[in-house]
T-cell receptor
Framework: DIQMTQSPSSVSASVGDRVLITCRAS??????LSWYQQKPGKAPKLLIY???SLHTGVPSRFSGSGSGTEFTLTISSLQPEDFATYYC?????????FGGGTKVEIK | QVHLQEWGPGLVKPSETVSLSCAVS????????WSWIRQAPGKGLEWIGY???????DYNPSFRGRVAISLDTPNNQISLQLTSVTAADTAVYYC??????????????WGQGALITVSS
């Protein structure tokens, strides 16, 4: 199985801050990586697919970059509604696997 | 708009079989691929398996043959069956539409989830 490692596991930030979350894969993924946002008690929501493609309706302050084994999710200016847990997911091979999550908390 | 809604028995005894269903509206299940994903309390996401639209299934080997996913096409529902459950199977179970293509495999539409608790 491809192992996905996210860092940091949690981050404290203020509204307006730029936040970067990293995801590393144990094998090369090309650009087959997705990012999700999950709020407590809710299902995950797709933010980014194919490493850098913004899903329909997702604000442009979210962006993704990277290829191979290292990827980054950037929130350019953190908004109150962005406090949540973020997961990466490798979309390359089965079984599909997720990172352990990064919780973005209010500073 | 695609909408997914899961349901299940809620509480299951150890060693029993749990069956969950997922009703889909706004899409035909026969023309798409569908996954089940679960999340244990306070934990991350775990992919269980999927039904590929050409009629093939693929499962996470970690479930060691305990899982089966099927389609009920007349009712536009997807089913998950998990056998020999233990407390470790306590989780929220999500169904999701799996996009399969040159952009890889990812999940654009999710249900709200169904909590399954395994306890005697």
């Amino acid at each position: 199985d491809i192992q996905m490692t996210q860092s940091p596991s949690s981050v404290s930030a203020s509204v307006g801050d730029r936040v970067l979350i990293t995801c590393r894969a144990s094998e090369g993924l090309n650009t087959w990586l997705s990012w999700y946002q999950q709020k407590p008690g809710k299902a995950p929501k797709l933010l980014i697919y194919a490493a850098s493609s913004l899903h329909t309706g997702v604000p442009s302050r979210f962006s993704g970059s990277g290829s191979g084994t290292e990827f980054t999710l950037t929130i350019s200016s953190l908004q109150p509604e962005d406090f949540a847990t973020y997961y990466c997911q490798q979309a390359s091979s089965f079984p599909l696997t997720f990172g352990g999550g990064t919780k973005v908390e209010i500073k | 708009q695609v909408h997914l809604q899961e349901w299940g028995p809620g509480l299951v005894k150890p060693s029993e079989t749990v069956s969950l269903s997922c009703a889909v509206s706004g899409d035909s299940i026969a023309s798409q691929s569908w996954s089940w994903i679960r999340q244990a309390p306070g934990k991350g996401l775990e992919w269980i398996g999927y039904y590929y639209y050409i009629g093939r299934t693929d499962y996470n080997p970690s479930f060691r043959g305990r899982v089966a996913i099927s389609l009920d096409t007349p009712n536009n529902q997807i089913s998950l069956q998990l056998t020999s459950v233990t407390a470790a199977d306590t989780a929220v179970y999500y169904c999701a539409r799996q996009e399969v293509g040159y952009s890889g495999n990812y999940f654009a539409f999710w249900g709200q989830g169904a909590l399954i608790t395994v306890s005697s």
